[in-house]
Protein backbone atom coordinates (compact mmCIF):
# COMPACT_ATOMS: atom_id res chain seq x y z
CA UNK A 1 0.00 0.00 0.00
CA UNK A 2 1.46 3.25 -0.92
CA UNK A 3 2.47 5.82 1.89
CA UNK A 4 -0.33 7.97 2.65
CA UNK A 5 -3.21 5.99 1.05
CA UNK A 6 -6.02 5.05 2.82
CA UNK A 7 -6.08 1.87 4.33
CA UNK A 8 -9.57 0.06 3.67
CA UNK A 9 -10.38 -2.33 6.02
CA UNK A 10 -13.34 -4.74 4.66
CA UNK A 11 -15.70 -6.37 7.36
CA UNK A 12 -16.58 -9.23 4.99
CA UNK A 13 -18.15 -11.50 7.46
CA UNK A 14 -21.50 -12.04 5.42
CA UNK A 15 -22.91 -15.09 7.67
CA UNK A 16 -22.29 -15.38 11.42
CA UNK A 17 -24.25 -16.67 14.10
CA UNK A 18 -26.94 -17.45 11.92
CA UNK A 19 -27.91 -14.00 10.43
CA UNK A 20 -27.19 -12.46 7.35
CA UNK A 21 -24.66 -9.68 7.23
CA UNK A 22 -23.79 -6.77 5.31
CA UNK A 23 -20.25 -5.80 4.28
CA UNK A 24 -19.49 -2.13 5.34
CA UNK A 25 -15.35 -0.85 4.47
CA UNK A 26 -14.06 1.37 7.05
CA UNK A 27 -10.83 4.02 5.96
CA UNK A 28 -8.65 4.79 8.66
CA UNK A 29 -4.95 6.37 9.29
CA UNK A 30 -2.57 4.46 8.21
CA UNK A 31 -1.01 4.49 11.36
CA UNK A 32 -3.72 2.90 12.72
CA UNK A 33 -3.64 -0.42 10.64
CA UNK A 34 0.23 -0.62 11.19
CA UNK A 35 -0.83 -0.77 14.83
CA UNK A 36 -3.66 -3.43 14.12
CA UNK A 37 -1.10 -5.74 12.43
CA UNK A 38 0.90 -5.97 15.78
CA UNK A 39 -2.14 -7.84 17.00
CA UNK A 40 -3.08 -10.50 14.11
CA UNK A 41 -4.56 -12.07 16.68
CA UNK A 42 -7.56 -9.53 17.03
CA UNK A 43 -10.07 -10.48 14.62
CA UNK A 44 -10.85 -6.37 14.53
CA UNK A 45 -14.26 -6.87 12.15
CA UNK A 46 -15.93 -8.05 15.14
CA UNK A 47 -14.24 -5.26 17.40
CA UNK A 48 -15.77 -3.23 14.82
CA UNK A 49 -19.03 -4.82 14.99
CA UNK A 50 -19.54 -4.72 18.47
CA UNK A 51 -18.28 -1.04 19.14
CA UNK A 52 -21.02 -0.24 16.38
CA UNK A 53 -23.86 -2.95 18.15
CA UNK A 54 -22.85 -0.82 21.80
CA UNK A 55 -23.65 2.71 20.04
CA UNK A 56 -26.49 1.85 18.15
CA UNK A 57 -28.13 0.67 21.31
CA UNK A 58 -27.01 3.81 23.43
CA UNK A 59 -28.66 5.41 20.70
CA UNK A 60 -31.81 3.72 21.07
CA UNK A 61 -32.09 3.85 24.79
CA UNK A 62 -31.45 7.72 24.52
CA UNK A 63 -33.60 8.06 22.17
CA UNK A 64 -36.74 6.08 23.60
CA UNK A 65 -35.86 8.10 27.48
CA UNK A 66 -35.78 11.01 25.61
CA UNK A 67 -39.52 10.73 23.54
CA UNK A 68 -40.44 9.78 27.34
CA UNK A 69 -38.96 12.98 28.94
CA UNK A 70 -41.56 15.14 30.22
CA UNK A 71 -38.13 17.47 30.55
CA UNK A 72 -38.26 21.02 28.84
CA UNK A 73 -35.59 22.23 26.17
CA UNK A 74 -35.16 24.65 28.83
CA UNK A 75 -34.70 22.21 31.90
CA UNK A 76 -31.96 20.36 29.48
CA UNK A 77 -29.83 23.71 29.14
CA UNK A 78 -30.30 24.48 32.60
CA UNK A 79 -29.57 20.78 33.55
CA UNK A 80 -26.46 21.13 31.31
CA UNK A 81 -25.03 23.81 32.41
CA UNK A 82 -25.40 22.36 35.92
CA UNK A 83 -22.91 19.45 34.66
CA UNK A 84 -20.49 21.50 32.57
CA UNK A 85 -19.77 23.99 35.79
CA UNK A 86 -19.07 20.82 38.37
CA UNK A 87 -17.02 19.23 35.73
CA UNK A 88 -15.15 22.11 35.40
CA UNK A 89 -14.96 22.99 39.36
CA UNK A 90 -13.59 19.07 39.56
CA UNK A 91 -10.84 19.44 36.57
CA UNK A 92 -9.95 22.64 37.78
CA UNK A 93 -9.35 21.41 41.31
CA UNK A 94 -7.92 18.69 40.32
CA UNK A 95 -4.95 20.90 38.38
CA UNK A 96 -4.66 23.10 41.18
CA UNK A 97 -1.15 21.87 41.45
Same mark, same amino acid.
Given at each position: ?????TFK @?? +???? @?? +?? #? *??? *???? !???? #??????? =? $???? &?? !? =???????? =????A +???A? !? +??? %?? /???? %???? #? $?? /?K? %?????? &????????
Open positions: MALGE @YV +LSHI @YV +LG #E *NMA *NMTL !SMPD #EVQEDMK =E $FPEI &RW !S =EVARRAII =EKVE +LKLE !S +LAK %KS /KLTQ %KDVD #E $FS /KV %KALGSR &RFRHANRN
